[in-house]
């Protein structure tokens, strides 16, 4: 089995930064996806920002210049740095990630608050 665990949500005004985490842990063989997704109060689950094993990333035009993703491969481990957060930025964040194990899955984070507002 595998467990994604997220971290790094939180209350932030307009115009600050978090940076969330998200570390994938059980019997993996190799991650070739991993992302970031968010929902806000009454709306579709949305693309953030994907990233591949080798580096390529896909970022929202949303987003685009405010948030970059990142990840370490040694531990499974994908990132979210978040700047410049607006109250449009107010969701649920999830993280996702295609899994090569025995088989081939895509797993979902939890889920973590991020609220922008002052």
């Known amino acids: 089995q595998v467990q994604l665990v997220e971290s790094g949500g939180g209350l932030v005004q307009p115009g600050g930064s978090l940076t969330l985490s998200c570390a994938a842990s059980g019997s993996i063989f190799s991650i070739n996806v991993m992302g970031w997704y968010r929902q806000a109060p009454g709306k579709q689950r949305e693309l953030v920002a994907t990233?591949?094993?080798?580096?390529?990333?896909n970022v929202a035009d949303s987003v685009k210049g405010r948030f970059t993703i990142s990840r370490d491969n040694a531990k499974n481990t994908v990132y979210l740095q978040m700047n410049s957060l607006k109250p449009e930025d107010t969701a649920v964040y999830y993280c996702?990630?295609?899994?090569?194990?025995?088989?081939?899955?895509?797993?979902w984070g939890q889920g973590t608050q991020v609220t922008v507002s002052s």
């Open positions: 990233i591949t094993i080798g580096g390529s990333t």
């Open positions: 996702n990630a295609d899994v090569r194990s025995y088989g081939r899955r895509t797993y």
